[in-house]
């Protein structure tokens, strides 16, 4: 039996989570679970799974949680001393870090120092604390599980071989809704059209993320921190099927690939469950209904987004916590109809302009760099419509 604190329940990746364990009662139990914003949904998974804690993001919350829960024996908290609590609860052995965005990193490092291991999606706490994060899963002893499904891929592609082996991560990228899109007509799309990803079912910003590709920038240097491997020697392929999920190319000219049909459940479960394997009810892959699998490089001019990603990662240090914040204060201004999707990389841009790179040495110095970003991206964002 594995026991499990679930950061971020009521997301996409919490839910399909859920799911899993679900359907495993006797391999996991919910000792803990987090949530942002859907108290309702909320209550309702705190009945069915019956955690020893519950955590809202906001502390102002908990009254409402509580009454929702009224008659459910469960300890309801909040803020982030309370997703510091569920992250580190004592009988917990796994924390599935499904939070969105850098609200994840303080919880998650917060789990790593309990010596909790890390099934982690929240791909934020690598892009902006990489070098940190990885300092102290092995300082703390604690395995980390990628959920992301490239990262996934990678490590079951990578399992059993040397690292000095390795020629290259080849990461695939579907290209989002926009990948046939005119780069002209990019200007008037709608959150609508957004959000209309053609392969995957997940969160809004990570949706976003996608059909800017901003999301497979975040993935690169995720990549980066996760399997030790210098950026140059990871490759972005348009993949637009999203059947082959990464690829590592050995030295030897061998290459190693994972596929399946596009559902999270898949690497959510292997996290779960490693090294064994457990059904997940993902349809299984049959590859004779496709006509071919297609490979192309990614257009940089048109992924603005994608581009200072690359930027960000060259210039290193706190400008990727940098870009990350202006990437999340971008995106909510899109979803909320602030600004159009042009704008998206014109605000990361011009934070990123005005940001001197600077060393990050700890988690507190990390959280400045966010905090600065946000501050600088509000402020452009403000400041009207940038050319
Ligand atoms: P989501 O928006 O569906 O869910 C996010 C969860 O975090 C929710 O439970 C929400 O209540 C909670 N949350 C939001 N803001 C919070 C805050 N400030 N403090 C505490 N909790 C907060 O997101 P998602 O799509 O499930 O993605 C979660 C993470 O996993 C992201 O980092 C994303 O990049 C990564 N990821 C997701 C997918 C996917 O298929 N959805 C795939 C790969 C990686
Ligand atoms: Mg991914």
């Not at 209309?196 to 949706?207: A, F, V």
């Not at 020697?233 to 061998?254: A, F, L, R």
């Amino acid at each position: 039996m594995k026991h499990l604190s679930i950061l971020g329940s009521t997301g996409s990746i919490g839910v399909s989570t859920l799911e899993i364990v679900a359907a495993y009662p006797d391999r996991f139990r919910v000792i803990a679970m987090t949530a942002g914003r859907n108290l309702d949904l909320f209550a309702r998974q705190i009945r069915q799974f019956s955690p020893r804690i519950a955590a809202v993001a906001s502390a102002q919350d908990i009254p409402r949680l509580k009454e929702l829960c009224s008659g459910i024996k469960v300890e309801i908290t909040g803020g982030v001393e309370g997703l510091i609590a569920a992250a580190t609860a004592d009988e917990s052995e796994m924390v599935v870090a499904a939070i969105v965005g850098a609200a994840g990193l303080v919880p998650t490092a917060a789990a790593i120092k309990a010596g909790k291991d890390i099934a982690l999606a929240n791909k934020e706490t690598l892009v902006t604390a990489g070098h940190l994060f990885m300092e102290m899963i092995t300082e703390y002893g604690v395995k980390l599980y990628p959920v992301d499904s490239e990262h996934s891929a990678v490590f079951q592609s990578i399992e059993g071989h040397r690292s000095e082996d390795i020629g290259k991560i080849i990461l695939t990228a579907s290209g989002g809704p926009f990948l046939n899109t005119p780069t002209a007509q990019l200007a008037s799309v709608t959150v609508q059209d957004a959000l209309n990803h053609p392969n995957w079912s997940m969160g809004r910003k990570i949706t976003i993320d996608s059909a800017t590709m901003m999301n497979k920038g975040l993935e690169v240097l995720e990549a980066r921190w996760l399997f030790d491997v210098p950026v140059e020697k990871i490759d972005v392929n348009i993949h637009p099927q999203s059947i082959i999920h990464s690829m590592v190319e050995y030295i030897d000219g061998c290459v190693i690939a994972q596929l399946g049909t596009p559902d999270m459940k898949a690497p959510i479960a292997y996290a779960l469950s490693y090294p064994e394997r457990v059904a997940t009810g993902v349809k299984t892959l049959d590859l004779t209904t496709f006509s071919g699998l297609t490979f192309h490089k990614p257009d940089l001019i048109k992924f603005r987004c994608l581009g200072l990603a690359y930027q960000a990662i060259k210039a290193g240090e706190s400008m990727p916590a940098v870009m990350n914040a202006a990437n999340e204060i971008a995106v909510e201004a899109f979803l909320e109809g602030r600004i159009r999707f042009l704008q998206i990389p014109e605000i990361i841009e011009r934070t990123m302009d005005a940001h001197q790179a600077h060393d990050l040495k700890t988690i507190e110095e990390v959280l400045l760099s966010d905090r600065w970003g946000r501050d600088k991206a509000r402020e452009i964002c403000r400041g009207g419509t940038p050319s």
